[in-house]
């Protein structure tokens, strides 16, 4: 090192991070570099316009003379066209039960066909629906007084008829003869388990 000379200290270089220039939106940046090539960058904020003035005050307008009607809070929102979870489950309840079958997986509905309780809406013999004893279209009501289970083929057969006879209706029944080892067949697939009614009869261990 050189007497009567300082050295010379190494400029420290900026933190990118604290140097960095904020452009707002709308502004722009021009390098200072005179060799540089300029560049404008324009940032904009998109704005979008949601209403228009003229359209807010045609649907002002429009809306005006528009009523809510009075049968609307006492029709089909307190009276809806299918049965809630509730009634459902309690309808499959008071239908007849089937001996030495387990009553929360097989019943018997009111013409004697035997029902499955995993299979509802298809069209097969131990498929069912629950059925409006009084139709929907014609004043019934979505209750446990107005439901019933019944074989999903008869209930299509059905409809809205209030004329067809018991007679009629076990005539449109789909009819299959299944065994009990059937039953168990289908117990295994659906629940993974068989369960026999405490009416089952034979041997019990004490």
């Known amino acids: 090192m050189r007497p009567g000379k300082e050295p010379k200290r190494r400029s420290r ?22 060799g540089s090539r300029s560049r404008k960058s324009t940032l904009t904020t998109p704005s979008t316009t949601l209403l228009d003035g003229d359209l807010v005050t045609d649907d002002k307008a ?36 089937i001996k030495g079958r387990d009553p929360d ?31 929907y279209s014609k ?10 289970v019944l074989q999903a083929t008869v209930n299509r057969s059905k409809g809205n008829r209030t004329d067809i006879s018991r007679a009629n209706l076990i005539q449109k029944s789909s009819y299959c003869r299944v065994s009990g080892r059937d039953m168990d067949l289908l117990e295994l697939s659906a629940y993974g388990n068989v369960r026999h009614g405490q009416d089952s009869g034979g041997c019990r261990i004490q």
């Open 62 to 97: 429009f809306f005006q003379d528009l009523q809510i009607s009075k049968d609307y809070y006492t029709s089909s929102n307190l009276n809806p066209r299918s049965f809630p979870y509730s009634v459902k489950q309690q309808c499959w309840e008071k239908a007849e039960k």
């Open 13 to 34: 270089q900026s933190s990118p991070l604290k140097d960095r220039t904020t452009v707002s939106s709308g502004s722009r940046f021009e390098p200072d570099s005179p």
């Open 105 to 135: 997986r097989w019943r018997r509905d009111a013409l004697g066909n035997t029902l499955f309780r995993k299979l509802v809406g298809c069209p097969g013999c131990l498929c069912h629906d629950y059925d409006h004893i009084v139709p």
């Open 139 to 148: 004043g019934g009501e979505s209750t446990l007084e107005n439901c019933q």
